[in-house]
């Protein structure tokens, strides 16, 4: 229950409210001195008490029964039906010469405030049919941020932000299987393809260890697996380094990738 931000009393304040004043015996004025409200409230509480119960010991709507301005059902279908045309409120508010605050308001009531995809078809999506049927690799560069914090935190004319060398950016990359969208994400130093074939970390064999080893190793425990079975499994996959690190787990490519 939510109750009035000005209430002097709670439920249970009113509740002993009402057990002074009609079973202890007490006097209505006793009995609000008390409570801390005026006779006219302690006796507001009593009436609703006598006549509902315990239900008339909880706080009323203030909204009235009826209201001869609102707006009627039959206009906020018309709103709804231009809002599907991807009108924005104040197109609505001036095709229907209406207030853009009142339209406004019955976008939000209908759950239609925010426009989002709304009158548009749906979105494309798509589930492999098994994992590692089709893995997505994509790289996104982002700029470093220096000890301390960058112009954001200290202002573009900062000195001690023009004073720091360049820090340089990073790049994620990621694997998405598009079957389970588990993702496997390293920052690298650089986002050439040259990256992903040298190591991060000395291998066995004087071989770096590749970003495209290092995420099917760590799809292996998911069961997501690019087996020769699986028709296209690397069909899509067009960087040189993953088709060698394929390779190399005694995958081969499929004629649509030769």
Same mark, same amino acid.
């Given at each position: 229950?939510?109750?009035?931000?000005? $209430? =002097?009393?709670?439920?249970? #304040?009113?509740?002993? %409210?009402? +057990? !002074?004043?009609?079973?202890?015996?007490? *006097?209505? /004025?006793?009995?609000?001195?008390?409570?801390?409200?005026?006779?006219?409230?302690?006796?507001?509480?009593? $009436? =609703?008490?006598?006549?509902? #119960?315990?239900?008339? %010991?909880? +706080? !009323?709507?203030?909204?009235?029964?009826? *209201?001869? /301005?609102?707006?009627?059902?039959?206009?906020?279908?018309?709103?709804?039906?231009?809002?599907?045309?991807?009108?924005?409120?104040?197109?609505?508010?001036?095709?229907?010469?209406?207030?853009?605050?009142?339209?406004?308001?019955?976008?939000?009531?209908?759950?239609?405030?925010?426009?989002?995809?709304?009158?548009?078809?749906?979105?494309?999506?798509?589930?492999?049919?098994?994992?590692?049927?089709?893995?997505?690799?994509?790289?996104?560069?982002?700029?470093?941020?220096?000890?301390?914090?960058?112009?954001?935190?200290?202002?573009?004319?900062?000195?001690?932000?023009?004073?720091?060398?360049?820090?340089?950016?990073?790049?994620?990359?990621?694997?998405?299987?598009?079957?389970?969208?588990?993702?496997?994400?390293?920052?690298?130093?650089?986002?050439?393809?040259?990256?992903?074939?040298?190591?991060?970390?000395?291998?066995?064999?004087?071989?770096?260890?590749?970003?495209?080893?290092?995420?099917?190793?760590?799809?292996?425990?998911?069961?997501?697996?690019?087996?020769?079975?699986?028709?296209?499994?690397?069909?899509?996959?067009?960087?040189?380094?993953?088709?060698?690190?394929?390779?190399?787990?005694?995958?081969?490519?499929?004629?649509?990738?030769?």
């Amino acid at each position: 229950m939510k109750l009035h931000a000005n $209430a =002097r009393l709670s439920v249970k #304040g009113r509740e002993l %409210l009402i +057990d !002074r004043i009609l079973t202890r015996g007490w *006097s209505l /004025t006793q009995a609000a001195e008390a409570a801390g409200v005026s006779d006219r409230t302690a006796l507001k509480w009593v $009436a =609703r008490f006598r006549s509902e #119960g315990e239900q008339g %010991l909880f +706080d !009323r709507s203030s909204a009235p029964n009826g *209201s001869p /301005t609102r707006t009627s059902d039959e206009r906020v279908q018309v709103i709804a039906a231009l809002r599907r045309l991807r009108m924005t409120g104040a197109e609505i508010a001036e095709c229907l010469d209406m207030a853009l605050t009142t339209v406004s308001g019955i976008l939000t009531r209908i759950g239609m405030g925010k426009l989002g995809r709304l009158g548009l078809e749906p979105a494309v999506r798509y589930e492999r049919g098994v994992p590692g049927e089709l893995i997505h690799v994509d790289v996104k560069k982002l700029g470093r941020i220096p000890p301390g914090g960058g112009w954001r935190a200290h202002g573009r004319g900062n000195v001690v932000h023009h004073d720091r060398t360049n820090v340089g950016y990073a790049f994620v990359h990621s694997a998405v299987d598009g079957y389970s969208r588990v993702a496997y994400t390293e920052v690298l130093d650089d986002e050439r393809g040259a990256v992903l074939m040298q190591a991060c970390g000395a291998d066995g064999g004087g071989h770096g260890t590749r970003f495209s080893r290092r995420s099917i190793v760590y799809y292996w425990p998911h069961d997501i697996e690019a087996s020769p079975d699986i028709a296209g499994a690397v069909a899509y996959i067009v960087t040189r380094p993953w088709r060698m690190s394929v390779n190399e787990i005694l995958i081969r490519p499929t004629e649509q990738d030769s």
